[in-house]
């Protein structure tokens, strides 16, 4: 048996689909099937979305005899095991953001390719412009982030005023986020600093007299730090059986949730050491 171990994902800048022969190998196959389950798993796919897909590609490519196993941060894969041109891929997938528009566009390729059954060059040039797709501009999602913190603290009982500072706060914070994601900067890291900015602005209005609920600006401004989808997929991923995966986005989810409590914990003991008072 031949194996193909594969550490990172495939680049179009070193591949070209118009390479491969008119008649697929295993291999090329079973590599095109992982790329569309990495790139599911890298924007936060379930795992039993991602099996299902790569198992659906493989099937409508005809492969035999094959095996997949998905974790939150890893796939493995095997395709025609008892014959000549068997093939196997260990591919390390690190947890990632969340991209629900690129898992929509890999769902509707997969359904493509399960009922169209195209070529393999079209559906590698399909998935390299969802890969390549570019996310939203920054000013809308910094604008988005601020208008989401204005929202949630409007809507967890603050008043107009708290939601204006929410806004003029949750812009930066939405920068901030963005900025340190592309330095590939610890996510534990990113929230605890986050959180501690958000606490430290909004107590730093407090002192100055404004008639504000600082707590709610808070609560608004860090419901973009907040682990919502990653606890939501653990939960799916456990009552689906992936009692591993499931444990891992828990635990991804609970230690975020901790970040962000040392960053305002931090902030308001060090509000009271200055101060002497207790917001």
């Known amino acids: 048996m031949n194996s193909n171990f594969i550490n990172s994902s495939m680049d179009r800048a070193i591949f070209d689909p118009a390479d491969l022969p008119e ?13 569309m389950g990495d790139l599911l798993l890298r924007n936060g ?57 690129k898992i929509a566009q890999i769902n509707a390729l997969s359904r493509e390719i399960a009922e169209k059954k195209p070529d393999i060059r079209y559906a590698w040039n399909k998935f390299f412009e969802i890969k390549e797709s570019k996310l939203h ?23 107009v005023l708290d939601s ?5 706060i949750g812009i930066p914070l939405a920068l901030f986020l963005i900025y340190m994601s592309r330095k590939k900067t610890s996510k534990f890291i990113m929230h605890i600093v986050g959180s501690a900015y958000v606490t430290f ?14 707590d709610k600006i808070i609560i608004g401004c860090i419901m973009q730090l907040v682990p919502g989808i990653a606890l939501s997929t653990s939960i799916r991923d ?22 962000i409590a040392v960053g305002v914990g931090a902030m308001i003991a060090l509000y009271y050491f200055v101060t002497g008072v207790m917001p």
């Open 201 to 214: 602005l909004s107590l730093f209005i407090l002192f100055l007299g404004a008639p504000i609920l600082y």
């Open 45 to 101: 796919g379930e795992i039993y979305r991602v099996e299902d897909t790569i198992l659906h590609i493989l099937e409508a490519y005809e492969m035999e005899n094959y095996d997949v196993y998905v974790l939150s941060n890893g796939i493995f894969a095997s395709a025609n095991e008892d014959k000549e041109d068997a093939c196997s891929i260990v591919r390390h997938v690190p947890l990632g953001s969340v991209n629900l528009d």
């Open 23 to 35: 008649t697929p190998t295993a291999k090329d196959v079973l590599t095109f099937a992982v790329e």
């Open 137 to 159: 501009p920054d000013w809308l999602l910094n604008l988005c982030g601020g208008i989401g913190s204005a929202g949630f603290c409007y809507l967890f009982g603050g008043s």
């Open 238 to 259: 456990l009552f689906n059986g992936d009692y591993l995966s499931g444990a891992i986005h828990l635990l991804d989810a609970v230690l975020t949730a901790m970040c």
């Open 164 to 168: 204006v500072i929410a806004f003029f």
